[in-house]
């Protein structure tokens, strides 16, 4: 076919146009700016728009794939109505492409990503040949996308809009279970009913925390076992934090359950291998001053927790994080569990709301953020990334750690603070 995909360099768009070009489609795509993934895609032999126009669709386009943040007023998705071209969601084309696939679905509020990247590599290390998506760059393949032989398919599996009910795991995984998406969940006890309708659309075993109290009532009445990933040893790994540790060990329960033959010895030093992922606790460098730099994704109150109490562990000297706040809905919803997510840090900077999909209602802003983790005892600044930057390079020193977090482009601060 000829597939054209409408917002191609997002993270998992970019890995879904390397594996239908590999299955042998002509694949083409657009996006608003260029990034690391449609430059990767470009080295690909992909063609990926910058800017997306009319124009970049024409005629004999067979299919148009896009993205959730990609919305029917899209210039390019009208003029696909216009030639009658079929279109269909990134998650409804991964439910066509799992078909007849032994899917291993990896879900969760946090830690999805790098579980799906411990995971493809043990599975790839064991001989398995699988397919993977991951939601970043594994640094160990140097790619979102693991290319396979065999029928096994490791995918990253996000609950939003209930996408992920376009999939039929073999194994479901699910690494936690938090209020997120209040753009569309109407409350926690929302989200769980989505998480219920995979389970039991999951055909082989469930992986998952089985004593999490707002776990434990979804798995009732299953005819498929119940796999206790937290019940697995304690891995080594290259990266801190206990989280990871917690990843390592369903990553490891999944990967039996699909492929029992593997080994423990397999297992372990694999993981113990593992380089991680990208935006994921990376570290990026030094600035001229001496401070180390880390850039993290994370975009959730409970993961910007977890992961500072890994930095403050680390740090000999003072924390200053660069906090990139995602979306006006998650901010508002989540305003107390922000305000209080930063109390292992010393100062805290807060880059404008990325809006991503949404429209500025007026009720949250970075100013109003700042406040509020100030009043619960941290000292939060309100700034552009290029007033950030500018007081990032000039007061963190040697000894202190500098971590810019969040899901929008703050990697980009961090870039710039190793480059100068």
């Given amino acids: 076919m000829k597939i054209f995909m409408t917002g191609v360099g997002g993270i998992g768009m970019s890995a879904l146009a390397q594996l239908l070009k590999d299955q042998g489609h002509d694949v083409t795509g657009s996006d608003r700016v260029a990034s ?28 148009l794939i896009y993205t959730e943040a990609v919305h029917p007023d899209n210039v390019e998705r009208i003029r696909a109505k216009e030639l009658g071209i079929p279109e269909i969601s990134y998650f409804g084309m991964l439910g066509e492409v799992s078909k007849g696939k032994r899917t291993i679905a990896i879900s969760g509020t946090n830690g999805k990503t790098t579980t799906t990247g ?21 640094k160990d393949f140097g790619n979102n996308y ?6 096994l398919f490791v995918v990253e599996a996000c609950e939003y809009k209930r996408d992920f009910l376009t999939l039929t795991p073999e194994v479901l995984v699910i690494t936690n279970i938090e209020l997120e998406h209040t753009d569309y969940y109407k409350d926690l006890d929302d989200i769980k009913q989505a998480f219920r309708e995979l389970i039991l659309k999951t055909t082989g075993a469930i992986v998952a925390d089985a004593t999490h109290p707002d776990i434990v009532p979804l798995l009732t009445g299953l005819s498929i076992p119940v796999i206790d990933y937290t019940k697995e040893p304690a891995y080594d790994l290259l990266f801190p934090g206990e989280f990871n540790r917690m990843n390592a060990r369903a990553a490891s329960a999944a990967a039996k359950a699909i492929f029992p033959e ?4 397999i297992i372990y030093d694999s993981v113990a291998s593992f380089h991680g992922t990208w935006r994921r606790f990376e570290y990026k460098g030094k600035t001229k001053r001496g401070a180390e730099v880390y850039d993290d994704y994370a975009h959730h109150p409970t993961a910007i927790m977890r992961t500072l109490e890994e930095v403050k562990r680390k740090a000999v000297g003072r924390v200053f994080v660069a906090f990139h ?21 010393d100062q805290v900077f807060i880059a404008p709301i990325y809006a991503a999909r ?7 802003s970075n100013r109003t953020l700042a406040q509020a983790i100030t009043r619960d005892g941290t000292s939060a600044t309100a700034g552009t990334f290029e007033e950030i930057q500018k007081t990032l390079e000039a007061e963190p020193t040697e000894g202190d750690i500098i971590i ?3 899901a929008g482009d703050i990697y980009t601060v961090a870039d710039a603070l190793v480059k100068n």
């Fill in 36 to 63: 690391p993934t449609s430059e990767l895609l470009g080295q690909k032999g992909i063609p990926v728009f910058v800017g997306q126009t009319k124009e970049n669709i024409t005629e004999g386009t067979e299919r």
């Fill in 118 to 138: 411990m995971l493809a590599k043990i599975l790839k290390d064991a001989g398995t040949n699988p397919s993977a998506i991951v939601g970043s760059i594994v």
């Fill in 146 to 151: 693991l290319p396979g032989t065999s029928d």
């Fill in 262 to 265: 593997i080994t423990d010895t």
């Fill in 325 to 345: 706040p995602h979306l006006f809905s998650r901010t508002r919803d989540l305003f107390d569990g922000f305000a209080a997510a930063f109390a292992d840090a």
């Fill in 358 to 364: 949404e429209i500025d209602d007026g009720t949250v």
């Fill in 404 to 406: 810019t977090m969040g």
